[in-house]
């Protein structure tokens, strides 16, 4: 899809906004690849096919393809209904619509009657800057984690979003993807594979672990490159299963760092932050965490970059919120 | 029996024991309740033949196979009533009428709300009004998707009408021509609070229908002549391609001189004395 000739290559529109976002095009694309394969996979989408990279899936298979409409909450109960018969149905739509407008239809009729549906919130956190706070969703690990029986996976990049999808073809019960825009820099090789609830470790760090989830592991790796570089002992877990939250690799992490720090695109309220805390205060490891993500308030507007660095959600920005720590755990 | 034939012609003989299971539905609901000592009569008492006309008349069901992938699905929109459907599941052997002497007892699988995941021949969980028409109408794509010949019937309260969700469904049923699926709203004129139109009026109700692109029908929702043939005609109309609703004009109450039409019977028990009078009344011995 092109934009009209005689405009700038600069220049996009809706439909060739998807060029620009790749893990997108993988969404839409893992799942044909798994429909091709022969899964019994059914999509759809609630008007957002151009935004989310359905798209590509409905070009491949336009009989397992379902449009909504913009209606989230029908869109979640037809889904927990179409399960029953045996197929496996992958909806997405903004992850604000997703897990905040369609909570109870999550948690009553996907959650509680335990059926194979996989939800995908897209764009979530900030990732949509400046649309503002409705499509901002800083509460969506909060909830979702929150409702009985249902995984959480949030994927760091492109690779890991494929090998997330194909790790969930034979999950049992229902799974909410949290991904945000397709930007996300590359962390992971294409064909990599992902085990559901098993993190994935990046060094280990006797000063400190990083604990970061989706759209934040690449920036917590290059944070954590500069601050070994300085001289700190600093390790990194991808935490892409928040729920069933890999407790080994935590404790580990808590046992073997002094100071543990988790990264979220999210409010620390609930979320990532709020899951490792219970879990090490349980087990009464004597570690100190700093929780490090939006601080129980509304986002601002602006564009997504300047967002993150003004949260320090960048990675300099998580750079600087490690070193305040470091220098403050050293007190 | 096996598989159920809609296509029979309706006989007085069918008629007159679709009749009697629907009394012995109300008295099997006035027993649970009695258990439970609170629940929903008059939800149930107006939607007896409905359900009976339903599991005795017309969908297909296989005795004892409750998941029988051609079976005939059933979604309980008003899933406060489902005492009066439990007694229905147990005669088609999906599980030990026994069972429901312990109805609501502490870890029981039967509660005010049926609960797919433990109680077999519910197709789908219900209690949250206005969710019911949307996970029906997946069944109904799952059927098509997978060309498999059943109908999906949804009962709907009118009440669940206010929710906004409903009309999200019925958008998306008709824009899916989705013809296996048949909507009965079961008018009794009441929710919680009182009368309908006075709570939040749905009418004129065939006219909001037919707008959003369905087939419509009325019918007397206590006359089983007339809903055995009307429900059999519809399941039997496989070239349909619109979704199609019943209007079924009922009595909340329905049978219990003093709780028809009184909405204080929407939720309610009855101590010893007043229950053996209200199943003699049912009975038709007092």
Request: aromatic residues 6%; hydrophobic residues 40%; negative net charge.
């Amino acid at each position: 899809m092109s934009v009209a000739p005689g405009l700038q290559p600069e220049s996009w529109h809706l439909l060739s906004l998807l060029e620009q976002a790749p893990g997108l095009q993988a969404l839409g694309d893992t799942l044909a690849d798994l429909a091709d394969e022969g899964h019994p996979v059914v999509v759809g989408t609630a008007d957002l096919k151009y935004s989310n990279g359905l798209v590509r899936f409905q070009d491949r298979h336009p009989d397992k393809y379902l449009q909504f409409g913009i209606s989230e909450q029908h869109m979640v109960s037809t889904v927990a209904g179409l399960a029953t018969t045996g197929l496996r149905p992958y909806v997405a739509t903004f992850a604000s619509f997703m897990a905040l407008l369609a909570c109870e239809q999550i948690r009553t009729d996907v959650a509680y009657t335990r059926q194979p549906v996989r939800l995908i919130g897209h764009h979530a956190g900030i990732t949509l800057g400046f649309y503002g706070t409705s499509h901002h969703a800083t509460e969506d690990l909060a909830i979702t984690r929150s409702i009985a029986g249902l995984t959480v996976i949030a994927p760091a990049d492109t690779a890991a979003l494929a090998a997330a999808l194909r790790a969930s073809v034979d999950h049992p019960g229902p799974v909410y993807f949290r991904i945000g825009r397709g930007r996300d820099p590359d962390v992971y090789p294409a064909g990599t594979t992902l085990e559901i609830g098993k993190a994935i470790e990046h060094g280990t760090g006797s000063d400190l672990t990083l604990i970061a989830t989706g759209s934040m592991v690449h920036p917590a790796l290059e944070a954590a490159a500069a601050l070994t570089a300085d001289g700190y002992s600093v390790g990194v877990l991808d935490m892409h299963t928040v729920k069933p939250l890999d407790e080994t690799a935590v404790l580990k992490a808590a046992r073997g760092s002094r100071l543990l720090m988790t990264v979220e695109e999210h409010n620390v309220l609930g979320g990532l932050g709020g899951a490792v805390a219970e879990l090490i205060t349980e087990h009464g490891v004597p570690v100190r965490l700093h929780r490090h993500g939006i601080r129980d308030q509304y986002s601002l507007i602006g564009p997504p970059t300047h967002l993150y660095r003004h949260y320090r959600l960048d990675a300099a920005g998580v750079e600087t919120e490690a070193r305040d720590l470091l220098h403050a755990g050293t007190r | 029996m096996t598989a159920q034939t809609p296509a029979e012609p309706a006989d007085s003989e069918l008629i007159k024991r679709i009749e009697e299971r629907a009394l012995f539905a109300r008295l099997e609901t006035v027993r649970l309740i009695s258990i439970a000592k609170t629940g929903h009569y008059a939800s149930g008492f107006s939607c007896a033949e409905i359900l009976a006309t339903l599991y005795y008349g017309v969908m297909r069901l296989r005795r004892g196979e409750p998941d029988w992938p051609d079976r005939d699905r059933f979604v309980f929109g008003k899933g406060h009533a489902a005492a009066t459907l439990y007694p229905l599941l147990a005669d088609w052997d999906f599980f030990e009428a026994a069972e429901l002497d312990e109805y609501t007892r502490l870890g029981n699988a039967f509660g005010d709300h049926p609960d797919m995941t433990r109680i077999p021949g519910i197709d789908f969980s219900s209690g949250s009004l206005g969710h019911a028409l949307s996970t029906g109408t997946g069944m109904a794509l799952g059927g098509r998707l997978q060309r498999r010949p059943y109908t999906t019937f949804v009962l709907l309260g009118d009440g669940e009408l206010h929710e906004g969700q409903v009309w999200e469904a019925a958008l998306g049923a008709a824009h899916h021509r989705l013809g296996r699926l048949v909507a009965i709203v079961d008018r009794n004129d009441h929710s919680l609070d009182g009368r309908i139109d006075g709570v939040t009026g749905i009418e004129p109700l065939l006219d909001k229908w037919r707008a959003f692109g369905w087939q419509t029908h009325e019918v007397d929702g206590h006359d089983v002549p007339a809903l055995l043939t009307l429900l059999r005609s519809l399941a039997q109309d496989t070239g349909r391609d619109r979704p199609a609703v019943v209007v079924a004009n009922t009595v909340k109450g329905k049978g219990i001189s003093y709780m028809e039409s009184e909405f204080g019977w929407h939720l309610g028990w009855l101590a010893e004395q007043d229950e053996a009078n209200a199943l003699a009344e049912l009975r038709g011995t007092r």
